[in-house]
C-alpha cells in the first residue's frame, strides 16, 4: 500500500457555512462522483469521522483515486451543497477527473435525510451569506474583500444588539478594534444583514511589529476579520454570541482527523 502521506490531499476541507437548500448536481459533482465510486479503500481506518458544519457524516476510512489522490467520503457532498467554500485549487483538481457523468444518490450527496440531526437552536446566530470578493492590488499592498454578514435570531425572544466591533488580521497580526453603529433590535425570526467592505492594507499591520513578523506579512498572509458583539434578549439574559470570525476557506489537512 501506498503510504498515505505521499498522496495528494483532495477536498478536505472545514466548511462554515450553512449548506445550500438544493444540491448543485453539474458536471464537476457528477466527475466527482464517478471518481470516488470507482476508487478504492485502504487497509486502515481511521478511530473518528469527518462531520461537516451542517451534519453531514463520512465513513471512517478515506478513498484513494484512480490519479493517486486520497479524498474522504464527503467529497460529493462539499461540491454539492457547499460550493461556495470550495477552494479553487481543488476545483480545478476535480476538473482534471475523467468526464464521466454519474448522478450521485442522496447517500453520496449527504442529503438533510442522512446527516446528524443538530440541536434546536433557540439563540442568535451568524453567518456569511454568500461568497467573499477579494480584490488584491500588489503594487500598493492593498486587499479589498465584500461580503455580507448576516445576523439570525432564532430565539424565541426579541434580541437587541447594543455594540458591534471588528478587527482585521494578517496571520497573528491585528488591527486596533473598529466600532460600528448598531442599536439593532431583531424580532424573533428577523435576520439583519451587514454589508461590509474592509480593505487590509500591509503597510498599516507593519506600524510598531518586530522586523521578524514585519516581514512575514504581505497581500498572501492569511486573513480574517473578528466580529465582537454585545447586547440583551428582550428578557434581560446577554445574547452569549461569541466572537464572530469571517474568513477565507483553507483546506483542510486530512491527516489531521479524528
Known sequence: MSEPGLRRAMLFIQPTRLPTDEPLI???????????????????????????????????????????????????????????????????????????????????LGAPEYRLRPEPVNSIIWR?????????????????????????????RAACVRQASFALS????????????????????EVRRVPHAPVFRVAEFLQGRSPQ????????????????????YADGKPLGLGPAVVALPTPYNWNQAI
Not at 128 to 154: A, C, F, P, S, T
Not at 170 to 189: C, H, K
Request: with cysteine.
Open 26 to 108: 453539474d458536471e464537476l459533482t457528477m466527475r466527482m462522483t464517478s471518481a470516488l465510486r470507482q476508487a478504492s479503500v485502504p487497509d486502515y481506518r481511521f478511530c473518528g469521522v469527518h462531520v461537516c458544519i451542517c451534519g453531514a457524516v463520512s465513513d471512517s476510512t478515506n478513498r484513494f483515486l484512480a490519479n493517486g489522490a486520497v479524498t474522504n467520503t464527503l467529497c460529493v457532498h462539499y461540491l454539492a451543497y457547499h460550493r461556495a467554500e470550495v477552494p479553487a485549487a481543488e476545483l480545478d483538481a476535480v476538473w482534471q477527473l475523467p468526464a464521466i457523468a454519474d448522478v450521485p444518490s442522496p447517500a453520496e
Open 128 to 156: 456569511v451569506d454568500g461568497q467573499i470578493r477579494e480584490e488584491v492590488d500588489e503594487e500598493k499592498e492593498i486587499v479589498r474583500w465584500q461580503y455580507e454578514l448576516v445576523l439570525d435570531n432564532r430565539s424565541s
Open 170 to 189: 494578517l496571520d497573528a497580526a491585528y488591527s486596533a478594534p473598529e466600532i460600528v453603529e448598531a442599536g439593532w433590535t431583531l424580532a424573533p425570526g
Open 213 to 232: 513578523i514585519a516581514a512575514s506579512l504581505s497581500v498572501a498572509s492569511h486573513k480574517a476579520i473578528t466580529w465582537e458583539f454585545g447586547g440583551t
